[in-house]
Nanobody
């Protein structure tokens, strides 16, 4: 059974940092691109970052470039999102997701499946 479990979300003050983790099971992890997307209340889902199967290519939304870093460990079947300089606009539920193919994902249509999500709240 395909399964993703996200962790690491929480409440943080503006300017703070969080590190999200995604544990994947039930798939051959290194055969697919992976990524994170988020959804804030009343807003559409937004691709935040993605990483190719080989770890060589990465994509970031303009809104998070220079602040977020995506990485993966194909031995441990884990993916991470290091989030620095967090802003209130980053408040959302963050989802770990798998792509259909091996290259970076830039639109929501490129995700094949995802987890339950983890809440990130940035507030003073």
């Amino acid at each position: 059974e395909l399964q993703f479990v996200e962790s690491g979300g929480g409440l943080v003050q503006p300017g703070g940092s969080l590190r999200l983790s995604c544990a994947a099971a039930g798939i051959i992890f290194n055969e697919r691109a992976m990524g994170w997307f988020r959804q804030a209340p009343g807003k559409e889902r937004e691709v935040v970052a993605s990483i190719s199967f080989s770890n060589n290519d990465k994509y970031y939304a303009d809104s998070v470039k220079g602040r977020f870093t995506i990485s993966r460990d194909n031995v441990k079947n884990m993916m991470y999102l290091q989030m620095n300089s967090l802003e209130p606009e980053d408040t959302a539920v963050y989802y770990c997701a798998r792509g259909f193919g091996i290259t970076v994902i830039t639109t929501m249509g490129g995700f094949a499946s995802w987890g339950q999500g983890t809440q990130v709240t940035v507030s003073a």
